[in-house]
């Protein structure tokens, strides 16, 4: 069992400094990209709040495929420039939308989403996955939680 500390309504700063060091922990000494992923969608689902859907798109042969999540089931292929998370993998940049209803070729994969956040997983010059958020309520996220999210990003680069 793991337990941690993290303070759900803290300033947001500090409270994704706490969930990256909480990511660097629970994937420490663990070879498994997907045991890794699910964890770390659990962590996110579980201290984020207003989040509907949390998890991993992985790059495979060119397409993003559905990874670990928390959420109701998703559309499992997106291919690069579709959507936002194929728009995010095809670019290399955040993609911060605060009205997925405004985003041209948005996917909905639950049509509670009202905003989104996917920020791309970098390994060796090349995207190697996505991490996407959606919630229910419009313009969720801001730009504290897109450089949290980057920073987890960063983190896990190599245990994913
Ligand atoms: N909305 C995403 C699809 C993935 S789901 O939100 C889980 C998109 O437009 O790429």
Known sequence: MYA??????QPKPALY??????????????????????????LLSEYLPDLNWAGFYRMVEG???????AGK?????????HGVCGTAAATGET????DVHAFPGHIACDAA???ELVVPVHRNGAVIA???????????????????????????????
């Not at 397409?63 to 999540?69: D, I, K, N, T």
């Not at 504290?144 to 994913?160: H, N, P, T, Y």
């Open 4 to 9: 941690f500390t993290l303070t759900p309504g």
């Open 17 to 42: 400094r706490d969930l990256v060091e909480a990511a660097l922990a629970i994937t420490q000494d663990e070879p498994d990209g997907v045991a890794n992923m699910a964890n770390c969608a659990a």
């Open 63 to 69: 397409v993003l495929v559905l990874g670990p999540f």
């Open 73 to 81: 089931p998703a559309c499992i292929r997106i291919a690069l420039g």
């Open 95 to 98: 993609q911060l939308v605060p």
């Open 113 to 115: 989403s009202r905003s």
């Open 130 to 160: 996505v991490i996407d958020l959606d919630s229910p309520l419009p313009a969720r996220f801001d730009a504290d939680d897109a450089a949290g999210i980057e920073a987890l990003a960063q983190a896990l680069s190599g245990r994913i």
